[in-house]
């Protein structure tokens, strides 16, 4: 089994910067790959960085390429999520998610199998 406990939601106006955390308690990180997922109010969740089991590969949507970077310490079970340039549309709740899956390739929401609580970004002046 695996928990994944999100923090670093908060208010930010336009424009500013703000960084998510994901600790992982209970199975080895290196065994999942880890995506960040996000929910606006009345949206379907939307996948928008999955990073391999190794960190090899990091795959990141159109909508944050170039402002978001993510990454990942296994042997600090925790992967984080630094979100620069943000914008009102990156208003959501975001999750940490992990998947048995090794690789992002092909990876779907449906993959992923242990989610934490998420935690609300809220981007607004």
């Known amino acids: 089994q695996l928990q994944l406990v999100e923090s670093g939601g908060d208010l930010v106006q336009p424009g500013g910067s703000l960084r998510l955390s994901c600790a992982a308690f209970?199975?080895?990180?290196?065994?999942?790959?880890i995506g960040w997922i996000r929910q606006a109010s009345g949206k379907d969740r939307e996948e928008i960085v999955c990073?391999?089991?190794?960190?090899?590969?990091?795959d990141y949507a159109d909508s944050v390429m170039g402002r978001f970077t993510a990454s990942r310490d296994n042997a600090k079970k925790t992967a984080s999520l630094r979100m620069r340039n943000l914008k009102p549309e990156d208003t959501a709740v975001y999750y940490c998610?992990?998947?048995?899956?090794?690789?992002?390739?092909?990876?779907?929401?449906?993959?992923?199998?242990?989610w934490g609580q998420g935690t609300q970004v809220t981007v607004s002046s």
């Open positions: 998610a992990a998947s048995h899956r090794k690789g992002c390739a092909g990876t779907t929401l449906g993959d992923y199998g242990y």
């Open positions: 209970g199975n080895n990180m290196e065994d999942y790959t």
């Open positions: 990073i391999s089991s190794s960190g090899a590969v990091t």
